[in-house]
């Protein structure tokens, strides 16, 4: 059973930088893709940052500059380093990783909160 595992999220002031994490039951480098979606609400889902499994980053027009997601192969875990967020950046954190068409598996989710 592959499961994910997000910690990190929190509430920040304007400004400010939080740091996510998500673990994974299996070596990340098993997936396709990995990646970060976030859902403020009232929103869908929408993409934050992905990295595939030769290690390519790709990023949201909305992140560019101030987010940067990586990996740490060995101890299975992604992350998320978010720097200059702002208000707007307020939403639930998902992690989201691709082995297939058909295997795509999240996690449950971390809210992070930016007070302006």
């Known amino acids: 059973q592959v499961q994910l595992v997000e910690t990190g999220g929190g509430l920040v002031q304007s400004g400010g930088s939080l740091r996510l994490s998500c673990g994974a039951s299996i070596r990340i480098t098993s997936f396709n893709h990995v990646g970060w979606y976030r859902q403020a609400p009232g929103k869908e889902r929408e993409l934050v940052a992905t990295i595939d499994a030769d290690g390519r980053s790709d990023y949201a027009d909305f992140v560019k500059g101030r987010f940067t997601i990586s990996r740490d192969s060995a101890q299975r875990t992604l992350y998320l380093h978010m720097n200059s967020l702002k208000p707007e950046d307020t939403a639930v954190y998902y992690c989201?990783?691709?082995?297939?068409?058909?295997?795509?598996?999240w996690g449950q989710g971390t809210q992070v909160t930016v007070s302006s």
């Open positions: 989201n990783g691709r082995r297939s068409v058909t295997e795509l598996y």
